[in-house]
């Protein structure tokens, strides 16, 4: 307990003299201090508030040119989130539309009843939601989940409705295996469902019918005791910002984005993109997530989703403007 307490008064007096030093220094940017416990120790990590200072002056001091390209970074068509983080004020930007027909390659599916995510019995509703499309098209599905204790419970909940009709389904777990090793297994089996979370959301390219099933517990938008996002809304809000539209709402867009990437790789994949969270179409927000998607067809009837993936020829498939978006967001 004194090697202890001696640890903790060495960290805590290296990091006051941290903000002495960074009050003297005039052009010393705003950082944001804190802890992280874990099994082994605790790592003190100091983040800056914003970068956008820092990069302007390394700009300003690179004649050349900068080029930043991603699938992700538009939310709602607009880059103001990306240029305004990095203090690109002067930044020209362009967006090319994909090349993949989405509406009629995929289906947006949000089912019904699934209820409030904070609610207690919010898994067990996404589970229901879930294995009706999971067992029709024989796993081939991510099941992708904000957090690693929804990974746990979809995997006990899914595993019980694998069990108890017999289906020859291989269930994946993040944490049974190494993410590679979990990737090429999916690749490997006639009909696997993986379960996984934040590391599985992006740079993750399964082609074709293997992977034509992808499921979206909820909304990805960040835990609020996030101890960087806090700093960051409470510095927003004493500019006389808005951190919901401005920081939490583009971050959840392109977090969104990065997941429903999962579904389509190729000009001729197909499938059916659920997200079991009814916000998307309910509140006010869900438009600028709806419009930072790409332009699937929406559907809210489950026999749909699962004639989508039940058919083996999409192509015959079509859908106009109006098909888009639901009454009330068009």
């Known amino acids: 307990a004194r090697e202890l307490r001696e640890r903790l008064a060495g960290w805590l007096s290296a990091l006051?003299?941290?903000?002495?030093?960074?009050?003297?220094?005039?052009?010393?940017m705003p950082e944001i201090l804190w802890a992280e416990v874990h099994q082994s120790g605790v790592t003190l990590h100091a983040t800056p508030l914003s970068v956008a200072e820092t990069f302007r002056r390394h700009r300003q001091g690179s004649a050349r040119a900068w080029i930043f390209t991603s699938a992700t970074l538009a939310v709602a068509g607009r880059f103001d989130h990306f240029t305004a983080a990095m203090g690109l004020e002067d930044a020209r930007t362009l967006r090319w539309e994909s090349p993949f027909d989405f509406a009629r390659h995929a289906l947006l599916y949000v089912p019904r009843g699934c209820g409030d995510p904070a609610a207690a019995d919010f898994a067990r509703r996404v589970a229901e939601a879930a294995w009706p499309l999971v067992e029709a098209n024989h796993g081939r599905a991510f099941l992708l989940c904000t957090s690693l204790r929804m990974v746990e419970r979809q995997a006990e909940l899914l595993g019980q409705r694998i069990r108890a009709a017999d289906?020859?389904?291989?269930?994946?777990?993040?944490g049974q295996a190494s993410r590679l090793a979990l990737i090429e297994?999916?690749?490997?089996?006639?009909?696997?469902?993986?379960?996984?979370?934040?590391?599985f959301w992006e740079g993750v390219d399964v082609v074709g019918r293997q992977l034509s099933l992808v499921i979206i517990d909820k909304l990805p938008f960040a835990a609020p005791d996030d101890p960087?996002?806090?700093?960051?809304?409470?510095?927003?809000?004493?500019?006389?910002?808005?951190?919901?539209?401005?920081?939490q709402l583009p971050a959840a867009a392109m977090a969104l984005k990065q997941?429903?990437?999962?579904?389509?790789?190729?000009?001729?994949d197909r499938g059916v993109l659920a997200i079991c969270d009814e916000r998307l179409l309910t509140k006010s927000y869900?438009?600028?997530?709806?419009?930072?998607?790409?332009?699937?067809?929406?559907?809210?009837?489950?026999?749909?989703a699962i004639a989508w993936l039940a058919d083996a020829d999409f192509s015959a498939r079509s859908a106009t403007s109006a098909d888009r978006l639901p009454a009330g967001l068009g």
């Open 16 to 28: 006051e003299g941290r903000d002495e030093g960074d009050a003297a220094d005039p052009d010393a």
């Open 167 to 174: 289906a020859s389904i291989e269930l994946l777990v993040q």
């Open 185 to 199: 297994r999916f690749r490997a089996s006639p009909n696997p469902l993986l379960i996984g979370s934040a590391s």
């Open 228 to 247: 960087i996002l806090r700093a960051r809304i409470e510095a927003m809000r004493r500019d006389g910002g808005d951190p919901f539209r401005q920081i």
């Open 259 to 268: 997941g429903a990437g999962r579904l389509i790789r190729s000009e001729n």
């Open 286 to 304: 869900g438009r600028s997530l709806v419009q930072s998607l790409p332009p699937f067809r929406i559907g809210r009837d489950e026999g749909e």
